[in-house]
T-cell receptor, first 113, second 113 residues
């Protein structure tokens, strides 16, 4: 089955700095890579996703990059703000897997004032 | 808005008790999932279902069973609760057979004494 590794487990940045979270996956057939954000005490919510036919995707201050050859993908947050503080999960799945996502272990991001 | 509702936010049970966790979604989603969330381990898939009366094992099904008698409802059952099943349980649903967004419930925190 798929295995997703996520690093770092904790990340502390100053407000306005950039944050990068990296994930690697094992199943070369995986072709869908979403990122979920979970604020303290709340449910995880999708913030951005990328499919294997795309190398990079941006949505305002958030971007995701994908390197299929190396089987890794990354989340980039620019101009971080205190409300970006949360746990971020990467995940992977493949078409035909019916949304069966395999998640990474999560990154606790803290944005300090 | 998609709404995924888990019947109990907090439960305390004793070792050996039978435990039912209920999940209901109101968007006519085909797919439903039960994940377990533990610190440092991320979200791990217990069971999932693509259709009524259909179920498939996830990555950690041991000690659990599920029931899906109606499309909108997916129940997680712990036949004989054990202390190592103390955890946060998250239900999720999604639409369609292809990869797509998971909508999570708010979670049920189970403590087994």
């Amino acid at each position: 089955g798929e295995n997703v590794e996520q690093h770092p487990s904790t990340l502390s940045v100053q407000e306005g700095d950039s944050a990068v979270i990296k994930c690697t996956y094992s199943d070369s057939a995986s072709n869908y890579f979403p990122w979920y954000k979970q604020e303290l005490g709340k449910r995880p919510q999708l913030i951005i996703d990328i499919r294997s036919n795309v190398g990079e995707k941006k949505d305002q201050r958030i971007a995701v990059t994908l390197n299929k050859t190396a089987k890794h993908f990354s989340l980039h947050i620019t101009e971080t703000q205190p409300e970006d503080s949360a746990v971020y999960f990467c995940a992977a799945s493949r078409t035909g897997g019916g949304n069966k996502l395999t998640f990474g272990t999560g990154t606790q991001l803290k944005v300090e004032l | 808005d998609v709404k995924v509702t888990q019947s109990s936010r907090y439960l305390v049970k004793r070792t050996g008790e039978k435990v039912f966790l209920e999940c209901v979604q109101d968007m006519d989603h085909e797919n439903m999932f039960w994940y377990r969330q533990d610190p440092g381990l991320g979200l791990r898939l217990i069971y999932f279902s693509y259709d009524v009366k259909m179920k498939e094992k996830g990555d950690i099904p041991e000690g659990y069973s599920v029931s899906r008698e109606k499309k909108e409802r997916f129940s997680l059952i712990l036949e004989s609760a054990s202390t190592n099943q103390t955890s946060m349980y998250l239900c999720a649903s999604s639409f369609g057979a292809l990869t797509g967004e998971l909508f999570f419930g708010e979670g049920s925190r189970l403590t087994v004494l």
